[in-house]
């Protein structure tokens, strides 16, 4: 069973704040989803083949070619801005006081 002092671990973990009724929610639903995950457990699964790829093209194997390259003119015709033969991005870094 899962304490609300864990669901409070867990919410700190994941940089997660909640109020008082809600982590008595959590903590419900917490608890159920593991009483399923225990019912589910019970499952008696002796002849079932695990399932590696739900996809059914297991094994294809995909060609990485080069494809015909874009227009460089016409692409930075395109872009928000550009400057010579390039494209301009506004500046992401920084000090993180901004």
Do not use: C, W
């Not at 069973?1 to 009724?21: D, G, I, P, R, Y």
């Not at 419900?28 to 695990?50: A, H, Q, R, S, T």
């Not at 739900?54 to 930075?76: A, Q, S």
């Amino acid at each position: 069973m899962v304490t609300k002092e864990e669901v409070v671990k867990l919410a700190k973990l994941s940089k997660l704040s909640f109020q008082e009724n809600e982590l008595e929610s959590f903590q419900k639903d917490l608890n159920d989803i593991f009483k399923y995950m225990e019912n589910l457990n019970e499952l008696n699964l002796e002849n079932v083949e695990p399932l590696y790829n739900i996809l059914e093209n297991e094994g294809k194997i995909y060609r990485h070619e080069p494809k015909t390259e874009m227009d460089k003119v016409r692409f930075l015709k395109n872009a928000p801005k550009s400057d010579d033969n390039f494209v301009a991005l506004p500046v992401i870094v920084g000090d993180g006081d901004e």
